[in-house]
Nanobody, 129 residues
Framework: QVQLVESGGGMVQPGGSLRLSCAASGRTFNGYGMGWFRQAPGKEREFVAAISWSGLSTYYADSMKGRFTISRDNANNTSYLQMNSLKPEDTAVYYC??????????????????????WGQGTQVTVSS
């Protein structure tokens, strides 16, 4: 099991940027694929982005492509989500999640919340003028 703690959320105006961080502890970080999801009030949890254990493969939801960038720093046990050109509809609680295994996972597999083993507590992102 790996413990995950998100940070970096807050309130930003439309068109602004935020960088979320997900700090991991407890197990070898580079043994996990990482994902970011979000959940707005009254809506289901939604896939945002994912990155393989090596960092060589990344996947994005269509609505985030070109605006969001996922990355990881295995030396510092941290995953990041850089969010640019934010819109009011990006308002949600953002969660990071880890799926165990230093192996290939398809993008389709990583898009499903049920395939992840560990979750953080979430960080609120509010986009409003």
């Amino acid at each position: 099991q790996v413990q995950l703690v998100e940070s970096g959320g807050g309130m930003v105006q439309p068109g602004g940027s935020l960088r979320l961080s997900c700090a991991a502890s407890g197990r070898t970080f580079n043994g996990y694929g990482m994902g970011w999801f979000r959940q707005a009030p009254g809506k289901e949890r939604e896939f945002v982005a994912a990155i393989s254990w090596s960092g060589l493969s990344t996947y994005y939801a269509d609505s985030m492509k070109g605006r969001f960038t996922i990355s990881r720093d295995n030396a510092n046990n941290t995953s990041y989500l850089q969010m640019n050109s934010l819109k009011p509809e990006d308002t949600a609680v953002y969660y990071c999640a880890a799926v165990e295994g230093r192996r290939y996972y398809s993008g389709t597999y990583l898009m499903r919340p049920g395939n992840y083993d560990d979750w953080g507590q979430g960080t609120q992102v509010t986009v409003s003028s």
